[in-house]
């Protein structure tokens, strides 16, 4: 027989992957860290901006959710959001503060992301809000090489004159 007892800050980034605001607002009434971690460093903010809910998003960052506060591997909620192509949540991070060069361990920025997932919607916003286009990765590799690696034309035709 098992006996689970899960930690409060578990319970709230469960109620961030599930989207659930009521539960995090209770949870966060009752004083549970907002910038609590799990075992591989992911923030409910991450968790929440990762499955999309942007609900849940809002109702962290309002409670003092750091956005650039990066995971195990480095990378942040704006990196997550730049991968699956969630330009909805990647412009309420962006709007709140969000980091656009921030870099994770590679040296990857959420335009890299975007880049070679071929979510181009992210690569227009990324670039419109100043991402800079001159980092380089720890491959040595710009958002231009990458694009070019993945045979992303349009990223491509976006970042001409950038």
Do not use: C, W
Request: net charge negative.
């Amino acid at each position: 027989m098992s006996f689970y007892s899960a930690r409060p800050e578990d319970l709230l980034i469960d109620a961030a992957r599930k989207g659930d605001v009521t539960q995090i607002n209770q949870l966060l009434a009752e004083g549970v860290d907002v910038n609590a971690t799990d075992g591989r460093g992911f923030t409910p903010l991450v968790i929440a901006a990762y499955d999309n809910h942007i609900d849940a998003a809002k109702a962290l960052i309002a409670a003092g959710a750091d956005v650039n506060k990066q995971d195990g591997s480095g990378n942040s909620a704006l990196m997550g959001v730049s991968f699956k192509g969630y330009a909805e949540v990647a412009q309420l991070l962006i709007d709140k503060g969000a980091d656009l060069n921030l870099l994770n361990g590679n040296n990857g920025t959420a335009l890299m992301f975007a880049t070679i997932f071929g979510r181009n919607n992210l690569v227009k916003l990324l670039l419109d809000n100043g991402a800079d286009t001159s980092i380089r990765d720890s491959r040595g590799l710009s958002v231009r090489d990458l694009a070019v690696q993945q045979g992303n034309q349009e990223a491509l035709a976006l970042l001409e004159g950038k």
